[in-house]
């Protein structure tokens, strides 16, 4: 059993309810899953502070879930960079489509109706907000990016919330 032996709070309390709660222990379970037990590595740690007090804005989750997502997945060491083709080490271009290779990165696709739009990765890279259009694009492909890692492990957290979408 772990010992909590010091505690510095770092503002207000909030508690969070609902959909918010869901995706807090979402976050709490890739931690687990993805780190070392007992890791105290402060990137993980602020970007999950970074993460809690937007978890309490509904309009704001999802962006800062996926920000979260490549923030412990580049914390770790094994996010590729998405700013930049994996083959060609060419910056991506935000007009161009891309296939995303867990390990290698991205690759540029010709056929425009597959893969993720460069735009997208350049906004996941650069820790902004991705469009709402984009949201469905950016959560498949964190997840892609996360279940390789998790190497056919589930998580238990996403069949929660679908059972219980409040």
Known sequence: MATLTG?????PARRL??????CGLYANELVLRLTPRDDP?????DA????LPELAIPARQSNALRRFELALLQAIGVAPDLAFSGESGEPVAA???YRVD?????VP?????????GSVLLALADGRDV????DAAALRLMRKLIEHQLDGRKLNTPAFFRENPS
């Open 7 to 11: 505690l510095d709070p770092a503002g």
């Open 17 to 22: 309810s609902g959909r918010a709660m869901w």
């Open 48 to 51: 999950y502070a970074r993460l």
């Open 131 to 134: 469009p709402a259009g984009d």
């Open 102 to 106: 867990p390990v290698g990165g991205p």
């Open 109 to 117: 696709v010709a056929d425009h109706r597959d893969g993720i739009q």
């Open 95 to 97: 007009g161009m489509r």
């Open 41 to 45: 590595d402060a990137d993980i740690f």
